[in-house]
T-cell receptor
Framework: DQQVKQNSPSLSVQEGRISILNCDYTNSMFDYFLWYKKYPAEGPTFLISISSIKDKNEDGRFTVFLNKSAKHLSLHIVPSQPGDSAVYFC???????????????FGKGTLLTVNP | DAGVIQSPRHEVTEMGQEVTLRCKPI?????LFWYRQTMMRGLELLIYFNNNVPIDDSGMPEDRFSAKMPNASFSTLKIQPSEPRDSAVYFCASTKRAGSTDTQYFGPGTRLTVL
């Protein structure tokens, strides 16, 4: 049973346009959400995160939106650049009794291709 | 600063053989994670160490898998005996502490193929 779902295996956009990557989750205990980016033959690298007390977090060209009622989050990249071409993973975790968010559950990823 | 180091980067072995994957976390990081990535299941947490002590091994698939962290700068993931279904990319990650928002830094992974 997949608790974090990325329903689009791939997405192709033109350079300069907006990329929107989507993620849905089912576990209502999740309260911390992250996006990781992965290039071939490398490990995932952290991109941006959001806590459930917020509905938006922005970092440069990257913005994550959280809709708790719909159990949905999205990553917006504006403007998209060819170097953004990578696999993007959505991840979520609950906060345990000790205040830790270590237990990440990942989606299967979306391959973003930004065409020049 | 060097990132998380994993070795070997690629491993090909035959069914029934013992496989040992190695990880050196980032210096000063107190928490270490082992993940496995497969097409079917995606990226899943196998085990989590904090200050060299295994805290959560609920993701370890079966007794054939074992992980150790003898000191703060080294961890191993061992599969004995290996099976073809263990073929996957295994990632190690570390973080300063498994606190509320500490980022997990991933190594480049070890691609394991069991024939």
């Amino acid at each position: 049973d997949q608790q974090v779902k990325q329903n689009s295996p791939s997405l192709s956009v033109q350079e300069g346009r907006i990329s929107i990557l989507n993620c849905d989750y089912t576990n209502s205990m999740f309260d911390y959400f992250l996006w990781y980016k992965k290039y071939p033959a490398e490990g995932p690298t952290f991109l941006i995160s959001i806590s459930s007390i917020k509905d938006k977090n922005e970092d440069g060209r990257f913005t994550v939106f959280l809709n708790k009622s719909a159990k949905h989050l999205s990553l917006h990249i504006v403007p998209s650049q060819p170097g953004d071409s990578a696999v993007y993973f959505c991840a979520a975790s609950p906060t345990n009794s000790g205040g830790s968010n270590y237990k990440l559950t990942f989606g299967k990823g979306t391959l973003l291709t930004v065409n020049p | 600063d060097a990132g998380v180091i994993q070795s070997p980067r690629h491993e090909v072995t035959e069914m029934g053989q013992e496989v040992t994957l190695r990880c050196k976390p980032i210096s000063g990081h107190n928490s270490l994670f082992w993940y496995r990535q497969t097409m079917m299941r995606g990226l899943e947490l196998l085990i989590y160490f904090n200050n060299n002590v295994p805290i959560d091994d609920s993701g370890m698939p079966e007794d054939r898998f074992s992980a150790k962290m003898p000191n703060a700068s080294f961890s191993t993931l061992k599969i004995q005996p290996s099976e073809p279904r263990d073929s996957a990319v295994y990632f190690c990650a570390s973080t300063k502490r498994a606190g509320s928002t500490d980022t997990q830094y991933f190594g480049p992974g070890t691609r394991l193929t069991v024939l």
